[in-house]
């Protein structure tokens, strides 16, 4: 059974950083693209990046461009969301997500169930 | 960016009665050398993650009732739904992956009518 366990969400204040951590179980973590997609409270779904299955590729978001990098570890089957620099803006539910291919070009088939990120002073 | 719209903002329907949702991307998201379009749709209901229905426009996933059909093609999707189901009470999303960012439309809401 795929599980995606989402950690490290938290109340941070602004320009503040926090590390958002996924573990990855149940398939070949080194076979699937893997991504972050956020959803404020009460708001719709906001991409904010994906990576390749190799790690070789990433994209992101505008709004995060510059101060979020994504990364992962194959040997723990672990995913990363490094955050520096929020923002307000940046306050949402942020759920760690499998692609449906190796590749960063890919929908999403599982999801884990979030972690929350509150930005404020 | 690829923009993505979607309508009705919300709808309300009948049980047993046929849903349909638009989705219209700013580009095609067709990519020529698979002629696949990059287009997905997801379902969230209240208090839980999205979940993939269709990709590739019109692929429904597996274990996806074969109510929920997708169609449509260049800059221009339907999510259909031809006999709506209690449990189908839901907000659906289309997203292109055709080109970073992989954006999302807003939303539309389906409640029974």
């Known amino acids: 059974e795929v599980q995606l366990l989402e950690s490290g969400g938290g109340l941070v204040q602004p320009g503040g950083s926090l590390r958002l951590s996924c573990a990855a179980s149940g398939f070949t973590f080194s076979d699937y693209a893997m991504s972050w997609v956020r959803q404020a409270p009460g708001k719709g779904l906001d991409w904010v990046s994906v990576?390749?299955?190799?790690?070789?590729?990433?994209y992101y978001a505008d709004s995060v461009k510059g101060r979020f990098t994504i990364s992962r570890d194959t040997s723990k089957n672990m995913l990363y969301l490094q955050m520096n620099g929020l923002r307000a803006e940046d306050t949402a539910l942020y759920y760690c997500?499998?692609?449906?291919?190796?590749?960063?070009?890919?929908?999403?088939?599982?999801w884990g169930q979030g972690t929350l990120v509150t930005v404020s002073s | 960016d690829i923009v993505m719209t979607q309508s009705p903002d919300s709808l309300a329907v009948s049980l047993g009665e046929r849903a349909t949702i638009n989705c219209k991307s700013s580009?095609?998201?067709?990519?020529?050398?698979?002629?696949?379009?990059?287009l997905g749709w997801y379902q969230q209901k209240p208090g839980q993650p999205p979940k993939l229905l269709i990709y590739w426009a019109s692929n429904r996933e597996s274990g996806v009732p074969d109510r929920f059909s997708g169609s449509g093609s260049g800059t221009d999707f339907t999510l259909t739904i031809s006999s709506l189901q209690a449990e189908d009470v839901a907000v659906y999303y289309c997203q292109q992956y055709y080109k970073s960012p992989f954006t999302f439309g807003p939303g539309t809401k389906v409640d029974i009518k």
């Open positions: 997500s499998r692609g449906r291919t190796s590749s960063s070009y890919s929908t999403v088939d599982y």
């Open positions: 580009q095609s998201v067709l990519y020529n050398s698979d002629n696949r379009h990059y």
């Open positions: 990576i390749n299955n190799s790690g070789g590729s990433t």
